[in-house]
């Protein structure tokens, strides 16, 4: 009757014992597009939104990256110039003549607006090959000796 009770114990300790982890972080690690405004188009009946009358397109920069934990490490797809609704994700494509309207009536540079920074381009290049090399040297760095003398007891 002892032995019995002791199971009974250990069974409903180890029920108790056990947690289950539900809530895992997530990296996001893929290919991610990325809208960014670089123009404020003036707000005229020009660039009014299909959907919504009282809201006006600004012009946007649409690429595509492979990013890992949130740091790009390269550019899967060119940067290309688009409409883009403030605020939101919604973007319209533009036709090369539609694009070539805009630029000449604003002055932009399309050159300058296509351009991406240095963080996008190179940051998680940069990050990736310090990585990887900080795992080399750990693997293969230089072991120090050590001069262990012996004492005199």
């Given at each position: 009757?002892?032995?019995i009770?002791?199971?009974f114990?250990?069974?409903?300790?180890?029920?108790f014992?056990?947690?289950?982890?539900?809530?895992?972080?997530?990296?996001p690690?893929?290919?991610?597009?990325?809208?960014?405004i670089?123009?404020?188009?003036?707000?005229?009946d020009?660039?009014?939104?299909?959907?919504?009358?009282?809201?006006?397109?600004?012009?946007?920069?649409l690429?595509?990256?492979?990013?890992?934990?949130?740091?790009?490490?390269?550019?899967?797809?060119?940067?290309?110039?688009?409409?883009?609704?403030?605020?939101?994700?919604?973007?319209?494509?533009?036709s090369?003549?539609?694009?070539?309207?805009?630029?000449?009536?604003?002055?932009?540079?399309?050159?300058?607006?296509?351009?991406?920074?240095?963080?996008?381009?190179?940051?998680?290049?940069?990050?990736?090959?310090?990585l990887?090399?900080?795992?080399?040297?750990?693997l293969?760095?230089?072991?120090?000796?050590?001069?262990?003398?012996?004492?005199?007891?």
């Amino acid at each position: 009757m002892n032995d019995i009770k002791k199971i009974f114990l250990l069974v409903i300790i180890s029920l108790f014992s056990f947690t289950t982890a539900s809530a895992k972080l997530k990296i996001p690690i893929g290919k991610i597009d990325k809208i960014e405004i670089v123009s404020d188009l003036p707000n005229t009946d020009e660039y009014l939104s299909k959907e919504e009358s009282n809201v006006h397109l600004d012009l946007g920069r649409l690429h595509q990256e492979y990013s890992i934990a949130w740091i790009p490490v390269w550019i899967t797809q060119e940067p290309k110039l688009v409409l883009v609704k403030p605020d939101s994700d919604r973007y319209y494509e533009l036709s090369n003549e539609q694009l070539e309207k805009i630029i000449s009536t604003n002055k932009l540079d399309k050159n300058q607006l296509l351009k991406l920074g240095f963080y996008t381009q190179y940051g998680g290049k940069i990050i990736l090959f310090l990585l990887l090399c900080l795992i080399f040297y750990g693997l293969f760095g230089k072991e120090k000796k050590k001069d262990v003398k012996p004492l005199n007891l």
